[in-house]
């Protein structure tokens, strides 16, 4: 079991560290537009395509997984935490099928497209020239894929009652006490 949680956890820390490192391009990205513009009067072509369809997808898609690892997307419970304990253990378990499950759904149909706008060589005429786009399809199901695994692992997790080992992106957050983690 820690086997897979260490490769899933390794997965998950490979496509943040991705994500992080579109991010730091990004930045570069519009700082070197930006001095082109105004410094020498010669922006660069295709600054809002690249930033838009190259970065902000990546950026927004590969961290999917770290997200959900971390139970970290937005939840609600206003009344679930007055349940009893087995009716609020029933529901997460039902949440981590449901995530999985729709997850996985949007991962295949959007590796579908991804599929196709390779095989169709999808680009985009920017300033005159092409640009390649068929690689800004690629983070949604790499994104979703993964946040799928991550979900369907929690769930065998909780139905067989092991701690599910993704630990790795845990980290201390200065605003819980007592060294809790989010």
């Given at each position: 079991m820690k086997t897979i949680a260490s490769a899933i956890s390794w997965l998950i820390s490979g496509t943040a560290t991705i994500a992080g490192i579109m991010v730091l391009m990004l930045v570069a990205h519009v700082t070197i537009d930006v001095v082109m513009r105004f410094v020498f009067e010669t922006p660069l072509n295709s600054t809002i395509l690249y930033v838009s369809a190259f970065y902000m997808v990546g950026?927004?898609?590969?961290?999917?997984?770290?997200?959900?690892?971390?139970?970290?997307?937005?939840?609600?419970?206003?009344?679930?935490?007055?349940?009893?304990?087995?009716?609020?253990?029933?529901?997460a378990g039902l949440a981590l099928l449901l995530t999985c499950i729709v997850?996985?759904?949007?991962?295949?149909?959007?590796?579908?497209?991804?599929?196709?706008?390779?095989?169709?060589g999808a680009f985009s005429?920017?300033?005159?020239?092409?640009?390649?786009?068929?690689?800004?399809?690629?983070?949604?199901?790499?994104?979703?894929?993964?946040?799928?695994?991550?979900?369907?692992?929690?769930?065998?997790?909780?139905?067989?009652?092991?701690?599910?080992?993704?630990?790795?992106l845990r980290i201390e957050d200065p605003y819980l006490s007592d060294g809790d983690t989010k």
């Open positions: 950026i927004a898609f590969l961290p999917l997984a770290a997200v959900e690892q971390r139970d970290s997307h937005i939840a609600v419970e206003l009344l679930v935490e007055k349940f009893p304990t087995k009716v609020q253990s029933f529901l997850t996985a759904t949007v991962a295949i149909r959007t590796g579908d497209e991804a599929i196709a706008k390779y095989m169709g005429i920017e300033a005159g020239g092409k640009v390649i786009t068929w690689p800004t399809y690629l983070p949604l199901p790499i994104g979703f894929g993964l946040m799928s695994i991550v979900a369907g692992w929690k769930f065998v997790c909780h139905m067989t009652g092991r701690p599910h080992g993704l630990d790795a």
